[in-house]
Protein backbone atom coordinates (compact mmCIF):
# COMPACT_ATOMS: atom_id res chain seq x y z
CA UNK A 1 0.00 0.00 0.00
CA UNK A 2 1.28 3.73 -0.65
CA UNK A 3 1.39 6.54 1.07
CA UNK A 4 -1.17 8.26 -0.80
CA UNK A 5 -3.49 5.49 -0.79
CA UNK A 6 -2.98 5.59 2.85
CA UNK A 7 -3.25 9.37 3.52
CA UNK A 8 -7.06 9.13 2.03
CA UNK A 9 -8.13 7.01 5.27
CA UNK A 10 -6.16 8.51 7.73
CA UNK A 11 -7.56 11.21 9.99
CA UNK A 12 -5.22 13.73 11.94
CA UNK A 13 -4.73 13.48 15.44
CA UNK A 14 -5.33 9.23 14.63
CA UNK A 15 -2.72 7.25 16.27
CA UNK A 16 -1.15 4.71 13.90
CA UNK A 17 1.43 2.15 13.81
CA UNK A 18 4.24 3.48 12.05
CA UNK A 19 7.34 1.89 12.37
CA UNK A 20 7.60 -1.96 11.47
CA UNK A 21 9.75 -3.90 14.32
CA UNK A 22 12.18 -4.82 12.08
CA UNK A 23 12.82 -1.42 11.66
CA UNK A 24 12.70 -0.51 15.13
CA UNK A 25 15.05 -3.09 16.40
CA UNK A 26 17.32 -2.19 13.64
CA UNK A 27 17.09 1.25 14.16
CA UNK A 28 18.37 1.27 18.06
CA UNK A 29 20.72 -1.71 17.66
CA UNK A 30 22.23 0.35 14.77
CA UNK A 31 21.93 3.55 17.16
CA UNK A 32 23.94 1.79 20.36
CA UNK A 33 26.83 0.40 17.42
CA UNK A 34 27.49 3.60 15.65
CA UNK A 35 27.23 5.65 19.20
CA UNK A 36 30.10 3.19 20.35
CA UNK A 37 32.03 3.02 16.89
CA UNK A 38 32.29 6.88 16.85
CA UNK A 39 33.82 7.16 20.26
CA UNK A 40 35.90 4.20 20.06
CA UNK A 41 36.97 4.66 16.80
CA UNK A 42 38.29 8.44 18.00
CA UNK A 43 40.05 6.66 20.81
CA UNK A 44 41.60 4.48 18.16
CA UNK A 45 42.30 7.97 16.21
CA UNK A 46 44.41 9.53 19.50
CA UNK A 47 46.75 6.91 19.11
CA UNK A 48 47.97 8.65 15.80
CA UNK A 49 45.89 11.33 15.29
CA UNK A 50 47.09 12.29 11.24
CA UNK A 51 45.91 11.14 7.83
CA UNK A 52 47.22 10.71 4.93
CA UNK A 53 46.39 9.63 0.89
CA UNK A 54 48.60 7.12 -0.30
CA UNK A 55 49.49 3.22 0.63
CA UNK A 56 51.85 4.83 3.58
CA UNK A 57 51.87 7.50 5.83
CA UNK A 58 54.23 7.69 9.14
CA UNK A 59 55.41 10.65 11.15
CA UNK A 60 57.83 12.09 8.69
CA UNK A 61 55.24 11.29 5.65
CA UNK A 62 53.33 14.64 5.14
CA UNK A 63 49.61 14.53 7.01
CA UNK A 64 46.58 16.43 5.07
CA UNK A 65 44.63 16.24 8.74
CA UNK A 66 46.43 16.53 12.06
CA UNK A 67 46.02 17.07 15.55
CA UNK A 68 48.50 18.65 17.72
CA UNK A 69 50.14 20.82 20.44
CA UNK A 70 52.17 22.96 20.75
CA UNK A 71 53.29 23.55 24.20
CA UNK A 72 49.83 24.03 25.92
CA UNK A 73 48.22 25.14 22.75
CA UNK A 74 46.41 22.18 21.21
CA UNK A 75 45.50 22.59 16.80
CA UNK A 76 43.87 21.25 14.06
CA UNK A 77 45.60 21.26 10.93
CA UNK A 78 43.76 20.56 7.81
CA UNK A 79 46.34 21.45 4.72
CA UNK A 80 47.96 24.83 5.26
CA UNK A 81 45.39 25.91 7.42
CA UNK A 82 45.72 25.62 11.15
CA UNK A 83 43.34 26.46 13.72
CA UNK A 84 43.74 26.73 17.69
CA UNK A 85 41.53 24.20 19.55
CA UNK A 86 42.92 24.25 23.18
CA UNK A 87 40.29 23.03 25.60
CA UNK A 88 38.54 20.62 22.71
CA UNK A 89 41.48 19.29 20.70
CA UNK A 90 44.98 18.63 21.18
CA UNK A 91 45.40 19.83 24.59
CA UNK A 92 42.21 19.68 27.30
CA UNK A 93 41.77 19.17 30.59
CA UNK A 94 41.48 15.85 32.27
CA UNK A 95 38.60 15.31 34.86
CA UNK A 96 41.31 15.15 37.67
CA UNK A 97 42.50 18.89 36.82
CA UNK A 98 46.04 17.90 34.52
CA UNK A 99 46.31 18.22 31.06
CA UNK A 100 46.33 15.92 28.08
CA UNK A 101 48.35 16.76 24.71
CA UNK A 102 45.81 14.04 23.60
CA UNK A 103 43.89 14.71 20.27
CA UNK A 104 40.15 13.83 21.38
CA UNK A 105 38.73 14.42 25.15
CA UNK A 106 38.44 11.70 27.45
CA UNK A 107 34.48 12.70 26.78
CA UNK A 108 34.62 12.32 23.13
CA UNK A 109 35.82 8.15 23.55
CA UNK A 110 35.08 4.82 24.62
CA UNK A 111 37.19 4.15 26.77
CA UNK A 112 37.32 7.85 28.55
CA UNK A 113 40.98 7.21 29.61
CA UNK A 114 43.21 6.71 27.08
CA UNK A 115 44.01 2.89 25.64
CA UNK A 116 44.20 2.03 21.92
CA UNK A 117 44.10 -1.62 22.98
CA UNK A 118 40.69 -1.08 25.26
CA UNK A 119 39.36 1.11 22.06
CA UNK A 120 40.08 -1.58 19.49
CA UNK A 121 38.16 -3.92 21.51
CA UNK A 122 35.18 -1.96 21.78
CA UNK A 123 35.32 -0.96 18.35
CA UNK A 124 35.53 -4.21 16.38
CA UNK A 125 33.13 -6.27 18.76
CA UNK A 126 30.43 -3.37 17.72
CA UNK A 127 31.99 -3.53 13.96
CA UNK A 128 30.33 -6.84 14.05
CA UNK A 129 27.28 -5.90 15.71
CA UNK A 130 27.08 -3.04 12.93
CA UNK A 131 27.79 -5.78 10.13
CA UNK A 132 25.44 -8.51 11.42
CA UNK A 133 22.16 -5.91 12.17
CA UNK A 134 22.67 -4.22 9.06
CA UNK A 135 22.70 -7.65 6.68
CA UNK A 136 19.38 -8.30 9.03
CA UNK A 137 17.83 -4.75 8.00
CA UNK A 138 19.14 -4.82 4.49
CA UNK A 139 17.20 -8.16 3.10
CA UNK A 140 14.70 -7.86 5.87
CA UNK A 141 13.66 -4.21 3.83
CA UNK A 142 14.37 -5.19 0.21
CA UNK A 143 11.79 -8.57 1.13
CA UNK A 144 9.53 -6.46 2.88
CA UNK A 145 9.92 -3.65 0.47
CA UNK A 146 9.61 -1.06 2.85
CA UNK A 147 13.19 0.06 0.72
CA UNK A 148 11.08 0.27 -2.43
CA UNK A 149 7.52 1.38 -1.10
CA UNK A 150 8.86 4.32 1.30
CA UNK A 151 12.55 5.12 0.67
CA UNK A 152 12.99 5.07 -3.07
CA UNK A 153 11.85 8.86 -4.34
CA UNK A 154 8.83 8.63 -6.41
CA UNK A 155 9.26 10.06 -10.19
CA UNK A 156 6.64 13.06 -9.20
CA UNK A 157 9.38 13.69 -6.42
CA UNK A 158 12.40 13.58 -8.71
CA UNK A 159 11.21 16.66 -10.60
CA UNK A 160 13.49 19.37 -10.45
CA UNK A 161 10.94 21.92 -9.41
CA UNK A 162 9.63 19.07 -6.64
CA UNK A 163 13.18 18.88 -5.10
CA UNK A 164 13.52 22.71 -4.93
CA UNK A 165 10.25 23.13 -3.30
CA UNK A 166 11.35 20.76 -0.61
CA UNK A 167 14.92 22.26 -0.01
CA UNK A 168 12.35 25.58 0.55
CA UNK A 169 10.23 23.98 2.95
CA UNK A 170 13.18 22.64 4.96
CA UNK A 171 14.91 25.80 4.95
CA UNK A 172 11.88 27.76 6.55
CA UNK A 173 11.50 24.34 8.63
CA UNK A 174 8.22 23.07 7.20
CA UNK A 175 8.38 19.36 6.82
CA UNK A 176 5.50 18.66 4.51
CA UNK A 177 4.98 14.43 4.31
CA UNK A 178 2.10 12.43 2.53
CA UNK A 179 0.22 10.67 5.02
CA UNK A 180 -0.05 13.36 7.69
CA UNK A 181 3.87 12.29 8.41
CA UNK A 182 3.48 8.86 7.74
CA UNK A 183 5.66 8.80 4.31
CA UNK A 184 9.24 10.73 4.09
CA UNK A 185 9.42 13.64 2.27
CA UNK A 186 12.66 13.57 -0.44
CA UNK A 187 15.55 15.16 1.32
CA UNK A 188 14.31 12.69 4.05
CA UNK A 189 14.57 9.61 1.57
CA UNK A 190 17.43 10.84 0.45
CA UNK A 191 19.51 11.11 3.82
CA UNK A 192 17.98 8.02 5.30
CA UNK A 193 18.94 6.19 1.60
CA UNK A 194 22.50 7.51 1.66
CA UNK A 195 23.24 6.57 5.36
CA UNK A 196 21.71 3.00 5.09
CA UNK A 197 23.34 2.59 1.54
CA UNK A 198 26.25 4.73 0.55
CA UNK A 199 28.03 5.88 4.44
CA UNK A 200 27.44 2.77 6.31
CA UNK A 201 28.78 0.48 3.50
CA UNK A 202 31.28 2.58 2.61
CA UNK A 203 32.91 3.48 6.74
CA UNK A 204 32.65 -0.66 7.28
CA UNK A 205 34.75 -1.27 3.79
CA UNK A 206 37.21 1.24 4.73
CA UNK A 207 37.14 -0.16 8.02
CA UNK A 208 38.12 -3.27 6.86
CA UNK A 209 40.52 -1.82 4.16
CA UNK A 210 42.45 -1.88 7.16
CA UNK A 211 43.16 -4.89 7.98
CA UNK A 212 46.56 -6.23 6.89
CA UNK A 213 44.89 -9.89 6.54
CA UNK A 214 42.22 -8.41 4.61
CA UNK A 215 44.55 -6.67 2.21
CA UNK A 216 45.81 -10.11 1.70
CA UNK A 217 42.60 -11.50 0.53
CA UNK A 218 41.19 -8.64 -1.68
CA UNK A 219 44.14 -6.65 -2.60
CA UNK A 220 41.80 -5.19 -5.31
CA UNK A 221 39.55 -3.89 -3.01
CA UNK A 222 42.16 -1.80 -0.95
CA UNK A 223 43.29 -0.18 -4.74
CA UNK A 224 39.63 1.12 -5.14
CA UNK A 225 39.81 3.35 -1.80
CA UNK A 226 43.74 4.42 -3.25
CA UNK A 227 45.58 2.23 -0.55
CA UNK A 228 45.36 2.05 3.32
CA UNK A 229 45.95 5.74 4.02
CA UNK A 230 43.30 6.85 1.81
CA UNK A 231 41.24 3.74 2.98
CA UNK A 232 41.84 5.20 6.90
CA UNK A 233 41.22 8.99 5.71
CA UNK A 234 37.83 8.01 3.61
CA UNK A 235 36.95 5.98 6.90
CA UNK A 236 37.05 9.04 9.12
CA UNK A 237 35.26 11.20 7.06
CA UNK A 238 32.90 8.90 6.41
CA UNK A 239 32.72 8.81 10.46
CA UNK A 240 32.27 12.42 10.54
CA UNK A 241 29.60 12.64 8.28
CA UNK A 242 27.84 10.10 9.96
CA UNK A 243 28.58 12.65 13.01
CA UNK A 244 26.61 14.96 11.20
CA UNK A 245 23.73 13.28 10.18
CA UNK A 246 22.90 11.66 13.66
CA UNK A 247 23.40 16.01 14.87
CA UNK A 248 20.83 16.99 12.28
CA UNK A 249 18.54 14.12 12.59
CA UNK A 250 18.29 14.66 16.38
CA UNK A 251 17.49 18.42 15.76
CA UNK A 252 15.05 17.64 13.18
CA UNK A 253 13.68 14.81 16.13
CA UNK A 254 13.09 18.32 18.06
CA UNK A 255 11.53 20.08 15.61
CA UNK A 256 9.14 17.63 14.85
CA UNK A 257 7.85 16.62 18.15
CA UNK A 258 10.04 14.46 19.72
CA UNK A 259 7.84 12.76 21.91
CA UNK A 260 5.65 11.64 19.14
CA UNK A 261 8.76 10.58 16.88
CA UNK A 262 10.52 8.94 19.64
CA UNK A 263 8.13 6.84 20.57
CA UNK A 264 7.23 5.63 16.87
CA UNK A 265 10.70 4.13 16.97
CA UNK A 266 10.17 2.43 20.28
CA UNK A 267 6.66 1.05 20.15
CA UNK A 268 5.59 2.11 16.96
CA UNK A 269 2.94 4.11 17.28
CA UNK A 270 2.41 7.34 15.77
CA UNK A 271 -0.07 10.26 16.08
CA UNK A 272 -1.01 11.72 12.74
CA UNK A 273 -0.12 15.58 12.17
CA UNK A 274 -2.60 18.07 11.41
CA UNK A 275 -5.73 19.10 13.66
CA UNK A 276 -8.13 16.67 15.65
CA UNK A 277 -10.84 17.07 18.09
CA UNK A 278 -10.91 13.42 18.95
CA UNK A 279 -10.29 11.24 21.72
CA UNK A 280 -6.80 9.01 20.86
CA UNK A 281 -8.39 5.89 19.15
CA UNK A 282 -5.28 3.13 18.04
CA UNK A 283 -6.01 2.21 14.55
CA UNK A 284 -3.68 -0.48 13.38
CA UNK A 285 -3.26 0.28 9.47
CA UNK A 286 -1.49 -1.84 7.11
CA UNK A 287 1.50 0.81 6.64
CA UNK A 288 4.68 -0.64 8.38
CA UNK A 289 2.71 -2.98 10.50
CA UNK A 290 4.47 -6.96 10.71
CA UNK B 1 9.03 24.63 26.51
CA UNK B 2 12.31 25.42 28.23
CA UNK B 3 11.72 23.38 31.61
CA UNK B 4 11.14 20.57 29.41
CA UNK B 5 14.37 21.32 27.31
CA UNK B 6 16.05 21.44 30.05
CA UNK B 7 14.51 18.11 31.52
CA UNK B 8 15.42 16.52 28.24
CA UNK B 9 18.89 17.90 28.65
CA UNK B 10 19.45 16.50 31.95
CA UNK B 11 17.97 13.35 30.94
CA UNK B 12 20.40 13.37 27.92
CA UNK B 13 23.22 14.40 29.77
CA UNK B 14 22.96 11.62 32.77
CA UNK B 15 22.30 9.00 30.51
CA UNK B 16 25.10 9.81 28.14
CA UNK B 17 27.27 10.51 31.05
CA UNK B 18 26.28 7.34 33.18
CA UNK B 19 26.33 5.23 29.74
CA UNK B 20 30.04 6.89 29.03
CA UNK B 21 31.34 6.08 32.69
CA UNK B 22 29.23 2.84 32.65
CA UNK B 23 32.02 2.31 29.65
CA UNK B 24 35.03 3.33 31.86
CA UNK B 25 34.15 1.01 34.58
CA UNK B 26 33.39 -1.82 31.46
CA UNK B 27 36.72 -0.81 29.95
CA UNK B 28 38.56 -1.88 33.33
CA UNK B 29 36.29 -5.52 34.02
CA UNK B 30 37.99 -8.60 33.07
CA UNK B 31 34.40 -10.18 31.85
CA UNK B 32 33.64 -7.40 29.83
CA UNK B 33 36.73 -7.28 27.72
CA UNK B 34 36.40 -11.35 27.24
CA UNK B 35 33.01 -10.70 25.51
CA UNK B 36 34.60 -8.06 23.50
CA UNK B 37 37.44 -9.84 22.53
CA UNK B 38 35.59 -12.63 21.35
CA UNK B 39 34.81 -10.71 18.44
CA UNK B 40 38.69 -11.31 17.78
CA UNK B 41 37.96 -15.31 17.41
CA UNK B 42 35.17 -14.28 15.31
CA UNK B 43 37.61 -11.93 12.75
CA UNK B 44 39.88 -14.72 12.74
CA UNK B 45 37.88 -17.79 12.03
CA UNK B 46 36.30 -15.60 9.14
CA UNK B 47 39.01 -14.09 8.03
CA UNK B 48 40.85 -17.63 7.76
CA UNK B 49 38.34 -19.22 6.26
CA UNK B 50 37.71 -16.68 2.80
CA UNK B 51 41.57 -17.01 2.08
CA UNK B 52 43.58 -15.79 5.00
CA UNK B 53 45.11 -18.78 5.77
CA UNK B 54 47.04 -18.90 2.30
CA UNK B 55 46.83 -15.36 0.48
CA UNK B 56 49.79 -12.91 -0.15
CA UNK B 57 50.65 -9.88 1.00
CA UNK B 58 50.77 -7.11 -1.78
CA UNK B 59 54.46 -6.54 -2.40
CA UNK B 60 55.50 -3.54 -4.13
CA UNK B 61 58.36 -1.89 -5.89
CA UNK B 62 61.51 0.10 -4.66
CA UNK B 63 59.39 3.26 -6.26
CA UNK B 64 57.32 2.87 -3.53
CA UNK B 65 58.72 2.42 -0.71
CA UNK B 66 58.46 5.04 2.09
CA UNK B 67 61.50 7.93 2.32
CA UNK B 68 61.64 7.01 5.90
CA UNK B 69 60.99 4.06 7.53
CA UNK B 70 59.71 4.76 11.13
CA UNK B 71 61.10 2.85 14.04
CA UNK B 72 58.90 1.91 16.70
CA UNK B 73 58.62 -0.25 19.91
CA UNK B 74 62.76 -0.65 21.35
CA UNK B 75 65.30 1.07 19.48
CA UNK B 76 67.80 -1.33 21.19
CA UNK B 77 68.47 -4.12 23.55
CA UNK B 78 70.04 -2.75 26.49
CA UNK B 79 71.55 -6.47 27.99
CA UNK B 80 75.56 -5.62 27.74
CA UNK B 81 75.71 -9.63 26.06
CA UNK B 82 73.87 -7.70 23.06
CA UNK B 83 75.80 -4.18 23.41
CA UNK B 84 78.92 -6.66 23.34
CA UNK B 85 77.12 -8.29 19.99
CA UNK B 86 76.88 -5.33 18.55
CA UNK B 87 79.47 -3.66 18.96
CA UNK B 88 80.99 -6.85 17.52
CA UNK B 89 79.18 -7.33 14.36
CA UNK B 90 76.86 -9.50 15.25
CA UNK B 91 80.33 -12.42 15.15
CA UNK B 92 79.20 -14.25 18.11
CA UNK B 93 75.27 -14.24 17.42
CA UNK B 94 73.65 -17.49 17.01
CA UNK B 95 69.80 -17.59 16.39
CA UNK B 96 68.62 -21.00 18.63
CA UNK B 97 65.78 -22.80 17.12
CA UNK B 98 64.38 -25.35 20.27
CA UNK B 99 61.08 -26.61 22.34
CA UNK B 100 59.49 -29.22 20.60
CA UNK B 101 62.08 -30.03 18.18
CA UNK B 102 63.42 -33.13 17.38
CA UNK B 103 67.12 -31.44 16.47
CA UNK B 104 67.61 -28.06 18.25
CA UNK B 105 69.25 -25.55 16.01
CA UNK B 106 72.24 -23.23 16.91
CA UNK B 107 72.67 -20.93 13.70
CA UNK B 108 75.29 -17.88 13.06
CA UNK B 109 74.40 -15.16 10.65
CA UNK B 110 76.33 -16.24 7.78
CA UNK B 111 74.56 -19.77 8.24
CA UNK B 112 71.51 -18.10 8.18
CA UNK B 113 72.07 -16.16 5.13
CA UNK B 114 72.47 -19.47 3.54
CA UNK B 115 69.17 -20.56 4.30
CA UNK B 116 66.86 -20.68 1.76
CA UNK B 117 65.16 -16.72 1.56
CA UNK B 118 62.95 -14.34 0.22
CA UNK B 119 63.16 -10.88 -0.33
CA UNK B 120 59.66 -9.04 -0.24
CA UNK B 121 58.41 -5.33 -0.38
CA UNK B 122 55.54 -5.18 2.25
CA UNK B 123 53.40 -2.76 3.49
CA UNK B 124 53.86 -2.43 7.38
CA UNK B 125 51.04 -1.52 9.65
CA UNK B 126 51.19 -0.29 13.16
CA UNK B 127 48.55 -0.83 15.57
CA UNK B 128 48.46 3.03 15.81
CA UNK B 129 47.19 3.67 12.65
CA UNK B 130 50.59 4.56 10.66
CA UNK B 131 52.23 2.25 7.63
CA UNK B 132 55.50 3.03 5.94
CA UNK B 133 56.77 0.51 2.81
CA UNK B 134 59.91 -1.36 3.31
CA UNK B 135 61.96 -4.37 1.57
CA UNK B 136 63.15 -7.49 3.73
CA UNK B 137 65.61 -10.02 2.75
CA UNK B 138 65.06 -13.08 5.07
CA UNK B 139 65.26 -16.94 5.99
CA UNK B 140 62.06 -18.17 5.44
CA UNK B 141 60.76 -19.85 8.64
CA UNK B 142 59.36 -22.70 7.68
CA UNK B 143 61.95 -24.53 5.91
CA UNK B 144 63.88 -23.90 8.90
CA UNK B 145 61.13 -25.63 10.86
CA UNK B 146 61.79 -28.37 9.20
CA UNK B 147 65.29 -28.79 9.15
CA UNK B 148 65.13 -28.33 12.83
CA UNK B 149 61.99 -31.38 12.46
CA UNK B 150 59.60 -29.56 14.33
CA UNK B 151 57.51 -32.31 16.56
CA UNK B 152 53.61 -32.81 15.18
CA UNK B 153 52.71 -31.75 18.92
CA UNK B 154 53.57 -27.67 17.89
CA UNK B 155 50.76 -25.42 17.47
CA UNK B 156 52.72 -22.56 17.85
CA UNK B 157 56.10 -20.84 16.90
CA UNK B 158 57.28 -18.25 19.62
CA UNK B 159 59.96 -15.46 19.44
CA UNK B 160 62.01 -14.59 22.48
CA UNK B 161 63.82 -11.21 22.18
CA UNK B 162 67.01 -9.37 23.42
CA UNK B 163 65.20 -6.45 23.97
CA UNK B 164 62.39 -5.41 27.05
CA UNK B 165 59.90 -2.82 27.17
CA UNK B 166 58.30 -0.79 29.51
CA UNK B 167 59.07 0.62 32.57
CA UNK B 168 59.37 -2.89 34.74
CA UNK B 169 61.58 -3.94 31.62
CA UNK B 170 59.63 -6.88 30.64
CA UNK B 171 61.21 -9.19 28.36
CA UNK B 172 60.14 -8.38 24.71
CA UNK B 173 58.43 -11.59 22.60
CA UNK B 174 55.94 -12.46 20.39
CA UNK B 175 54.10 -15.69 19.19
CA UNK B 176 52.28 -16.80 15.70
CA UNK B 177 50.38 -20.16 15.21
CA UNK B 178 51.67 -22.56 12.43
CA UNK B 179 49.69 -21.26 9.43
CA UNK B 180 51.67 -18.23 9.61
CA UNK B 181 54.69 -19.66 10.42
CA UNK B 182 54.30 -21.73 7.39
CA UNK B 183 53.39 -18.97 5.16
CA UNK B 184 55.96 -18.40 2.35
CA UNK B 185 56.29 -14.52 3.62
CA UNK B 186 57.00 -15.16 7.29
CA UNK B 187 60.64 -14.58 7.24
CA UNK B 188 63.37 -13.91 9.54
CA UNK B 189 64.95 -10.66 8.28
CA UNK B 190 68.47 -10.15 8.07
CA UNK B 191 68.73 -7.33 5.35
CA UNK B 192 66.39 -4.21 4.80
CA UNK B 193 66.03 -1.90 2.40
CA UNK B 194 68.85 -3.15 0.67
CA UNK B 195 71.13 -3.14 3.47
CA UNK B 196 71.79 -4.66 6.49
CA UNK B 197 69.12 -4.46 9.29
CA UNK B 198 69.89 -1.29 11.29
CA UNK B 199 69.31 -1.48 15.53
CA UNK B 200 66.54 0.45 15.60
CA UNK B 201 64.53 -1.91 13.45
CA UNK B 202 65.53 -5.16 15.73
CA UNK B 203 69.28 -6.08 14.48
CA UNK B 204 70.31 -8.40 13.80
CA UNK B 205 67.19 -10.45 12.61
CA UNK B 206 63.24 -8.98 13.05
CA UNK B 207 60.53 -11.40 11.99
CA UNK B 208 58.25 -10.79 9.34
CA UNK B 209 54.57 -11.59 9.42
CA UNK B 210 53.05 -9.48 6.83
CA UNK B 211 49.37 -10.10 7.43
CA UNK B 212 49.10 -9.11 10.45
CA UNK B 213 50.22 -5.52 12.35
CA UNK B 214 53.21 -4.35 13.59
CA UNK B 215 53.65 -5.62 16.91
CA UNK B 216 53.37 -9.51 15.96
CA UNK B 217 56.58 -8.70 13.48
CA UNK B 218 59.14 -9.09 17.09
CA UNK B 219 62.32 -7.73 16.71
CA UNK B 220 66.12 -8.58 18.27
CA UNK B 221 65.03 -12.06 17.75
CA UNK B 222 67.29 -14.29 19.77
CA UNK B 223 65.25 -17.41 19.78
CA UNK B 224 62.61 -18.98 18.33
CA UNK B 225 60.78 -21.84 20.46
CA UNK B 226 58.03 -24.22 19.05
CA UNK B 227 55.26 -24.75 21.87
CA UNK B 228 52.15 -26.78 22.38
CA UNK B 229 50.88 -24.11 24.02
CA UNK B 230 51.20 -20.34 25.30
CA UNK B 231 49.70 -20.71 27.97
CA UNK B 232 53.18 -21.25 29.85
CA UNK B 233 55.18 -18.51 27.82
CA UNK B 234 55.46 -15.39 30.37
CA UNK B 235 52.12 -13.93 30.86
CA UNK B 236 50.01 -16.71 28.76
CA UNK B 237 48.76 -14.50 26.33
CA UNK B 238 51.12 -15.32 23.65
CA UNK B 239 52.54 -11.35 23.43
CA UNK B 240 54.48 -8.57 25.02
CA UNK B 241 51.65 -6.40 24.51
CA UNK B 242 48.85 -9.45 24.56
CA UNK B 243 50.12 -9.72 28.46
CA UNK B 244 50.54 -6.12 29.58
CA UNK B 245 47.81 -4.17 27.41
CA UNK B 246 44.91 -6.48 25.88
CA UNK B 247 46.00 -6.37 22.70
CA UNK B 248 44.30 -8.84 20.25
CA UNK B 249 47.26 -12.02 19.42
CA UNK B 250 45.35 -11.89 16.17
CA UNK B 251 46.25 -9.27 14.71
CA UNK B 252 45.01 -9.31 11.46
CA UNK B 253 42.87 -6.51 11.56
Known amino acids: ?290 | MSIIMNRRKLIAGLGGGLFVSGCDSWSRSDRVKAILASAEDLTMGVQRSIGGATALAREFTTADLSPEFRANGSRTADSADYQAMLANGFAGYRLRVDGLVDRPLSLSLAQLRHMPSRTQITRHDCVEGWSAIGQWTGATLGPLLDLARMRDSANYIVFHCFDTYGADNRPYYESIDLVDAFHPQTILAYDMNGGELPERHGAPIRARVERQLGYKHAKFVSRIEAVASLDDIYGGKGGYWEDVGDYAWYAGI
Open chain 1, 1 to 290: MTAEETAEELTPGEIVKRHRLSTRLWHWINALAIFVLLMSGLSIFNAHPRLYWGSYGANNDPAWLQIDNEGQRGYLQIGDTQITTTGVLGSWEQPDGSRSTRAFPYWATIPGFYSLATGRLWHFFFAWVLVLAWIFYAIRSFANRHVQRDLAPTRDELKPRNIWQDIKDHARLRFVSEGHGTAYNFLQKMSYLGVIFVLIPLVVLTGLNMSPTWNAIAPWMLDMFGGRQSARSIHFICAFLLAGFIALHLVLVVLAGPYNEIRSMITGRFRLSGESAEPEPVVETAKETE
